[in-house]
């Protein structure tokens, strides 16, 4: 299983049109199909047959992408956005079980026929299709991952379907006393999320300490940048470097030398989630624990990649200066999305080269298939009113996805169909 990842990237190659590779297995294999479609061959390839093996982890998380439709199976192939992908569900007993996704689309309008999809589509599915964008060039349709963000296969999340999707019951026993529930209270905790994630990475052994560095092979020195501790654990990170120790000293966490601090991350957590005052509610408990953690782990990477030492005394206190941003004649667009109201909302505003506000705009449409579907259309929107009542061609989001995007296109496939209307702009 180690090397079916990588196998797997190979199956992208049916997206790589320039590739050597990819123009003579196309022409012997899947001339008039595609890669994950083709059936058995008669005396295949080596390169071919390797591929082929990583066929199963492709196919665990692989979602259609509509385009025109015309090669999609409504019933059979999974293409509605759910996770993971599935086929739609009938309305009724199937009556066209060869029925493609291209005749549910009015091609004149280039938008869903909601007649026919409240013909046909169990009302559920509906809301789903219709977040679906249409392409405006009717180009032959593709793939994408349901599990990634960005619809693009990685080694990485290859990796995570061997590990999870695809493991035996007996890889799944359980070996240890579980910290599921750790895991789960650390989103509940009263703090911004980056704080909630640092805290489930601790707990789950997800940070970049040394020993999980040298664990994966990777090339570092395995000591405490901070204290010299000849090995750098979670535990010692946050509970038992002495600059660490010296934090929680000065910090209103109650401690106990019996439960607080212990060399056990799972330990040190459980008594500061629930045992330390015994309130078991996390909008109740006011004790500082979530930001004292953040900035240990910052103060760590602070010595760790810029040389910085950080007083105890001073670390809640903020460090860098404020920078005013230059906002002369930019269009500020935002989305907004929920997976359980039936529309999408997106605005923009236009301040001219003053910073004066000069014009702003507001819509509700049908929701979309992501929040970050739904940003892009905020953008795809505001380019057309600006194209229509300025000459501004600044544009600033706070989504960063949105402007990983722009920059490489290509990485990003669960949007092409968005990214061809942006291009006829």
């Given at each position: 299983?180690s090397?079916?990842?990588?196998l797997?990237k190979?199956?992208?190659?049916?997206e790589?049109?320039?590739?050597?590779?990819?123009r003579?297995?196309?022409e012997k294999?899947?001339?008039?199909s595609l890669?994950?479609r083709?059936g058995?061959?008669?005396?295949?390839?080596?390169?071919?047959?390797?591929?082929i093996?990583a066929?199963?982890?492709?196919l665990?998380?692989?979602?259609?992408?509509?385009?025109?439709g015309?090669?999609?199976?409504?019933w059979?192939d999974?293409?509605?956005?759910?996770?993971p992908?599935?086929?739609?569900?009938?309305?009724v007993?199937?009556?066209?079980?060869?029925?493609t996704?291209?005749?549910?689309?009015?091609?004149?309008s280039k938008?869903?026929?909601a007649?026919?999809?409240?013909?046909y589509?169990?009302q559920?599915?509906?809301?789903?299709?219709?977040?679906?964008?249409?392409?405006p060039?009717?180009?032959?349709?593709?793939?994408c991952?349901?599990?990634?963000?960005?619809?693009q296969?990685?080694?990485?999340?290859?990796?995570?379907?061997?590990t999870?999707l695809?493991?035996?019951?007996?890889?799944?026993?359980?070996?240890?006393?579980s910290?599921?529930?750790?895991q789960?209270?650390a989103?509940?905790?009263?703090?911004?999320?980056?704080?909630?994630?640092?805290?489930?990475?601790?707990i789950?052994?997800?940070?970049?300490?040394?020993?999980?560095?040298?664990?994966?092979?990777?090339?570092?020195?395995?000591y405490?940048?901070?204290?010299?501790?000849?090995?750098?654990?979670?535990?010692?990170?946050?509970f038992?470097?002495?600059p660490?120790?010296?934090?929680?000293?000065l910090?209103?966490?109650?401690?106990s030398p019996?439960?607080?601090?212990v060399?056990s991350?799972y330990s040190?957590?459980d008594?500061?989630f629930?045992?330390?005052?015994?309130?078991m509610?996390?909008?109740?408990?006011?004790?500082?624990?979530?930001w004292?953690?953040?900035?240990?782990?910052?103060?760590?990477?602070?010595?760790l990649?810029?040389?910085?030492d950080?007083?105890?005394?001073?670390?809640?206190q903020p460090d860098?200066?404020?920078?005013?941003?230059?906002?002369?004649?930019?269009?500020m667009v935002?989305g907004?999305?929920?997976?359980t109201?039936q529309?999408?909302?997106?605005?923009?505003?236009?301040?001219?080269?003053?910073?004066?506000?000069?014009?702003?705009?507001?819509?509700n449409?049908?929701?979309?298939?992501?929040?970050l579907?739904s940003e892009?259309?905020?953008?795809?929107?505001a380019?057309?009113?600006?194209?229509?009542?300025?000459?501004?061609?600044?544009?600033?989001?706070?989504?960063?996805?949105?402007?990983a995007?722009?920059?490489?296109?290509?990485?990003?496939?669960n949007f092409?169909?968005?990214r061809?209307?942006?291009?006829?702009?």
């Amino acid at each position: 299983m180690s090397g079916t990842p990588f196998l797997a990237k190979s199956c992208q190659i049916g997206e790589v049109s320039d590739s050597l590779v990819a123009r003579v297995l196309r022409e012997k294999y899947y001339r008039l199909s595609l890669p994950l479609r083709t059936g058995a061959v008669d005396t295949p390839l080596y390169v071919w047959t390797s591929i082929i093996a990583a066929r199963k982890l492709l196919l665990l998380g692989i979602r259609s992408k509509v385009h025109s439709g015309y090669e999609i199976n409504v019933w059979e192939d999974p293409w509605i956005p759910s996770t993971p992908g599935r086929p739609a569900r009938s309305q009724v007993p199937v009556v066209h079980p060869k029925m493609t996704v291209s005749s549910l689309i009015d091609f004149e309008s280039k938008e869903w026929d909601a007649r026919l999809l409240e013909q046909y589509v169990d009302q559920v599915d509906i809301p789903m299709i219709m977040s679906l964008a249409i392409s405006p060039t009717h180009r032959r349709d593709t793939f994408c991952l349901s599990y990634t963000k960005n619809g693009q296969y990685t080694v990485k999340y290859g990796y995570w379907v061997a590990t999870n999707l695809m493991r035996t019951d007996e890889d799944l026993e359980v070996l240890q006393p579980s910290i599921t529930k750790l895991q789960a209270f650390a989103w509940t905790v009263n703090a911004s999320q980056n704080i909630c994630h640092l805290i489930w990475q601790l707990i789950s052994g997800q940070v970049a300490v040394t020993r999980n560095q040298v664990y994966r092979n990777m090339r570092c020195d395995n000591y405490c940048p901070r204290c010299g501790e000849p090995e750098e654990i979670v535990t010692h990170v946050i509970f038992e470097c002495p600059p660490a120790l010296q934090a929680w000293t000065l910090s209103s966490t109650p401690s106990s030398p019996q439960s607080f601090h212990v060399p056990s991350v799972y330990s040190n957590m459980d008594y500061i989630f629930w045992r330390k005052n015994n309130i078991m509610k996390p909008e109740d408990d006011r004790d500082p624990y979530p930001w004292i953690i953040w900035y240990i782990w910052k103060a760590r990477n602070d010595k760790l990649f810029r040389g910085i030492d950080r007083d105890p005394l001073k670390l809640g206190q903020p460090d860098e200066e404020t920078h005013a941003l230059n906002l002369d004649n930019i269009c500020m667009v935002d989305g907004s999305w929920t997976s359980t109201t039936q529309f999408s909302g997106m605005g923009w505003v236009w301040k001219d080269s003053i910073g004066k506000i000069q014009l702003m705009g507001t819509m509700n449409l049908m929701r979309r298939e992501t929040e970050l579907h739904s940003e892009l259309e905020a953008l795809i929107w505001a380019m057309e009113s600006m194209i229509q009542h300025s000459t501004c061609q600044r544009f600033e989001t706070g989504c960063k996805d949105l402007i990983a995007m722009i920059q490489e296109p290509q990485a990003w496939p669960n949007f092409s169909t968005e990214r061809e209307i942006i291009q006829t702009l």
